[in-house]
């Protein structure tokens, strides 16, 4: 079995017609994750990305639909504009993808709260269909924030980590 984008789309047609709460499903290096359930930051996934490496050819993911809070959700200023969160600049995603906090799984994290860093280092990994997007802090300080979950899925300008300028 390998999973094509026709096989993906007969696990996701099979997951739909059941009464199953979660579907995991691993070829290989490929993983799919499907959940009828809330993910811990109060979403629901349609069929929400997995945690791991998405093969080369693979669609793209499915949209993740916001539970209703009532709230209304934040808003990222455009990404031309280095945005200041709470006396710091946030660093923002270069792409939609999934987010990683090392160079590989298992490896220490590029960075962790209070940890110094310079402009130009590498902070955080944003994968695009097996590419892997270095994504470095345009000025040295201090990281004072790390807004995303390791393996979540970001949005093209979304803030990701926020790093306290050295004056």
Same mark, same amino acid.
């Given at each position: 079995?390998?999973?094509?984008?026709?096989?993906?789309?007969?696990?996701?047609?099979? &997951?739909?017609?059941?009464?199953?709460?979660?579907?995991?499903?691993? =070829?290989?290096?490929?993983?799919?994750?499907?959940?009828?359930?809330?993910?811990?930051?109060?979403?629901?996934?349609?069929?929400?990305?997995?945690?791991?490496? =998405?093969?080369?050819?693979?669609?793209?993911?499915?949209? =993740?639909?916001?539970?209703?809070?009532?709230? =209304?959700?934040?808003?990222?200023?455009?990404?031309?504009?280095?945005?200041? &969160?709470?006396?710091?600049?946030?660093?923002?995603?270069?792409?939609?993808?999934?987010?990683?906090?090392?160079?590989?799984?298992?490896?220490?994290? &590029?960075?962790?709260?209070?940890?110094?860093?310079?402009?130009?280092?590498?902070?955080?990994?944003?994968?695009?269909?097996?590419?892997?997007?270095?994504?470095?802090?345009?000025?040295?300080?201090?990281?004072?924030?790390?807004?995303?979950?390791?393996?979540?899925?970001?949005?093209?300008?979304?803030?990701?980590?926020?790093?306290?300028?050295?004056?």
């Amino acid at each position: 079995m390998e999973m094509t984008p026709e096989t993906i789309k007969a696990l996701l047609d099979a &997951f739909d017609e059941s009464e199953w709460r979660e579907m995991i499903v691993t =070829v290989g290096d490929d993983r799919l994750h499907v959940s009828r359930d809330p993910i811990q930051d109060g979403t629901v996934a349609a069929a929400a990305p997995s945690a791991g490496p =998405v093969a080369a050819g693979d669609p793209p993911p499915l949209p =993740v639909a916001k539970a209703s809070s009532g709230a =209304v959700p934040p808003t990222t200023p455009p990404p031309e504009e280095a945005a200041i &969160f709470e006396g710091g600049t946030a660093i923002e995603s270069p792409s939609v993808g999934l987010f990683w906090r090392s160079p590989s799984p298992g490896a220490a994290p &590029f960075v962790e709260v209070g940890d110094k860093v310079e402009a130009g280092q590498t902070v955080a990994i944003v994968e695009v269909m097996k590419l892997m997007n270095h994504v470095a802090s345009p000025v040295a300080g201090t990281v004072t924030a790390i807004l995303v979950e390791n393996g979540a899925s970001v949005e093209y300008g979304q803030s990701i980590v926020i790093v306290d300028p050295e004056e």
